[in-house]
């Protein structure tokens, strides 16, 4: 079975930094895709960011970019320029390429706090 | 606003008692997936069904089940309530092609309290 796993249970950014969120996750397949999912104070869960593992090339969406390191089971999220609006829970995510037959699997999640 | 609804929002109930939990999914969608969020267990998936049929199954205990009807909407059937039921369970939905990504949306989520 896969495991996910963030070992940062909080993180604290000054408005506007840049700040790095980690990732790592344990499986025996080759191919699958990791997600980042936000999830704010409302409860509703969005999705941030994705990566496919065969893609060499590292995911970017606006301000929010990850760092994929398939032989070490990395994937970290980077977010620049922090905004008040980025503070919530974030939740690295990962799942298994058999034409969408598994759910995700998540980690504990790493709850980000924006300091103005 | 992802397309994916769950009613109702909050639900209150004892131990013992038995709750249904629903979730229409996006237009088109054929896949719904459904997900526990508990402070001990973390954000856990249940289930999953694709147009009508179980697809996938992770911890999902014996005393819950779920169906996937005609219309494509979903039930999530909680039975024999425990104190440790009380979570936020999430419906999600996806487009899903064998062999190719599927996106996962998800619903608002409805908070379960059993006293």
């Known amino acids: 079975a896969q495991t996910v796993t963030q070992s940062q249970p909080e993180m604290s950014v000054q408005e506007a930094e840049t700040v790095t969120l980690s990732c790592t996750y344990d499986?025996?397949?080759?191919?699958?895709?990791l997600f980042w999912y936000k999830q704010p104070p409302s409860r509703q869960m969005i999705l941030v960011i994705r990566?496919?593992?065969?893609?060499?090339q590292n995911a970017t969406e606006n301000r929010f970019s990850v760092n994929f390191q398939k032989a070490a089971k990395s994937f970290s999220l980077k977010i620049s320029d922090s905004q008040l609006g980025d503070a919530a829970m974030y939740f690295c995510a990962y799942r298994s390429p058999g034409g969408g037959a598994d759910g995700l699997t998540f980690g504990k999640g790493t709850h980000l706090i924006i300091q103005p | 606003d992802s397309g994916v609804t769950q009613t109702p929002k909050h639900l209150i109930t004892a131990t013992g008692q038995r709750v249904t939990l629903r979730c229409s999914p996006r237009?088109?969608?054929?896949?719904v997936y459904w997900y526990q969020q508990s402070l001990d267990q973390g954000l856990q998936f249940l289930i999953q069904?694709?147009?009508?049929?179980?697809?996938a199954k992770g911890n999902i205990l014996e005393r819950f089940s779920a169906q996937q009807f005609p219309d494509l909407h979903s039930e999530l059937n909680l039975s024999s309530l425990e104190l440790g039921d009380s979570a936020l369970y999430f419906c999600a939905s996806s487009v899903v092609v064998a062999g190719a990504r599927s996106e996962q949306f998800f619903g608002p989520g409805t908070r379960l309290t059993v006293l």
């Open positions: 069904y694709y147009n009508g049929e179980e697809r």
């Open positions: 237009s088109g969608d054929l896949s």
């Open positions: 499986t025996s397949e080759s191919d699958y895709y």
């Open positions: 990566q496919e593992a065969y893609k060499q």
